[in-house]
């Protein structure tokens, strides 16, 4: 079963911006009826990008499942959010999406993000995106100028570099840095060192615009974020024999370090092994006396003679010192025991603290921690 997700952004075109434009101060002076007269040239360079907004985003991913029964292997099934039910042409495996069990985590936003894309082609709204991925941006919106009255802004028009406070005595590019080749150059710098891009998407994104169904003018990025997904498989299982392995295993060593009560908590240190030949699942339960919280059973797998450690916190319910008494038990994959251990611990009594009190009130006491 092969999971592969991708996260999908609309765009929507917001404005044509020149990769950078030169105004030069003065370039020559000359009299005209006693009255000097300055000329100024306009150079717009040839490249040009396109500029986006970038919307919602939505989710997409493929799941492919194929079962293999002896030499044969049935038809490859995908489901994904927008297909969460589909079946083999033979009927013999049937498949339906349930859900994921938790949201992603790392799915960036690009809200106050504009993409920036060079121009491809003749002008006008941009057809096909491209693939030159290595001149994609995405800059803050805060670096552009939409109406172009913005010096050192991404946009900046002529009206702006002219009106600039000390125009004349202003140096040369003034008015005109944080343009798009000034954040390009910045990037291609950190590259040659080794270092990850702050506005290329090309080195912070993977699989970008791979997404099948991501449409034309689509901005799409692989999410590396692992999500388990709730699938109900069913087959027809004539002649099906169900598979899985298991071992016996046993439990090495058990310690549980002396704690102060209720102000802390304990730390169980249980270590399992594998006794058997063969890669198997197990789980663990750890079930003290009265007056311990709860803890919840623990799921592993564990490969031939490996060690492995799991922790349990040990919280007692009361504040006085005393002794425990815990068991762990291991169980195989048909949850079945294999061993067992127990353990005693004990627990100082809660150090109380009254602080400071004045004549007509007594304060509640207070727990102070105190580490051992």
């Known amino acids: 079963m092969i999971k592969d997700i991708r996260l999908s952004t609309l765009s929507q075109l917001v404005v044509l911006v020149g990769s950078g434009v030169v105004y030069l101060h003065h370039v020559e002076t000359f009299m005209r009826k006693g009255k000097p007269n300055t000329a100024h040239c306009l150079r717009f360079p040839g490249d040009w990008f396109h500029v986006f907004a970038i919307g919602q985003h939505s989710v997409g991913f493929n799941i492919r499942i194929s079962v293999k029964t002896g030499s044969k292997t049935t038809q490859e099934v995908v489901i994904g959010p927008n297909n969460r039910t589909a079946k083999s042409l033979d009927n013999f495996l049937r498949v339906n999406l349930i859900g994921d069990f938790v949201g992603y985590n790392s799915i960036p936003s690009f809200e106050e993000f504009f993409l920036v894309i060079p121009r491809q082609g003749s002008q006008g709204k941009p057809q096909d995106l491209g693939r030159n991925f290595s001149m994609w941006m995405l800059l803050e919106r805060t670096r552009f100028t939409l109406d172009g009255l913005e010096c050192d802004k991404i946009g900046v028009s002529y009206e702006a570099f002219n009106s600039q406070p000390n125009f004349c005595s202003a140096p040369q590019m003034s008015c005109l840095h944080n343009q798009l080749w000034n954040f390009w150059e910045a990037d291609q710098n950190r590259i040659r060192r080794n270092q990850l891009p702050l506005y290329d998407v090309l080195g912070r994104f993977d699989r970008i615009n791979e997404h099948p169904e991501a449409g034309s ?156």
């Open 217 to 372: 003018h689509s901005f799409s990025i692989g999410i590396s974020e692992v999500v388990n997904s709730n699938l109900l498989i069913e087959l027809n299982a004539d002649d099906i024999e169900y598979v899985y392995q298991r071992s016996p295993g046993n439990i090495i060593s058990i310690t549980v370090p002396t704690f102060e009560a209720l102000t802390q908590y304990g730390i169980a240190t249980i270590t399992s092994n594998n006794t058997g030949e063969v890669e198997a699942s197990y789980s663990l339960t750890f079930d003290c006396s009265k007056g311990v919280n709860k803890m919840e059973e623990q799921f592993f797998i564990i490969k031939p003679a490996q060690l492995i450690t799991r922790y349990y916190k040990v919280q007692p319910t009361s504040d006085q010192a005393a002794k425990y008494v815990c068991t762990a038990i291991l169980k195989d994959s048909d949850f079945n025991e294999t061993d067992r251990a127990e353990c005693q611990f004990t627990t100082t009594a809660t150090v109380l603290d009254n602080g400071t009190q004045d004549k007509n009130q007594t304060r509640k006491a207070e727990p102070v921690v105190i580490e051992h």
